[in-house]
């Protein structure tokens, strides 16, 4: 972790601890994960408790304690999408990366999260990788979209 780029985007925002998530949130952007050593830099700049910043950063899921993929693959399994089979698109995910929720590919290619809902319910099931969502997935389309990818 290039603790000088963290230092950099606190700057950016005068180390006011109001801006505690928009500085997360950038540092989210900048490495694809929030490190013990970011936060800890983060605690010393804005004079506030490790403790607090360890509490924002695993409320939000926008925001990682652990690297993740090059690729992040989303998929919905709020009620709509469940009931629409979300469940089978899921399984279909991890078997054919070969590893399950939370969890990263070995070549750091792709990261897999469970969301509860994308908000976009009349397309269930859904998945979304880095930010491009699929809509009305059926599990023989994911092999298709997963090849996009690598």
Known sequence: MNLEKVDEIVDKYSAKKEYLIQILLDVQQEFNW??????????????????????????????YLNPIGRHLIQICLGTACHVRGGLKMFD?????????????????????????????CALGPVIVVDGDYYGKMIPSKVGEILEKYS
């Open 92 to 120: 279909e995910v991890q078997r054919r990366l070969n590893i399950k929720v939370d969890e990263t590919t070995p070549d750091m290619k792709f990261t897999l999260r469970r969301v509860n809902c994308l908000g976009c």
């Open 34 to 63: 929030i490190s013990k050593e970011a936060i800890v830099r983060i605690s010393e700049s804005l004079k506030i408790p490790v403790s607090l910043i360890y509490r924002v950063v695993s409320f939000y899921t926008a925001m």
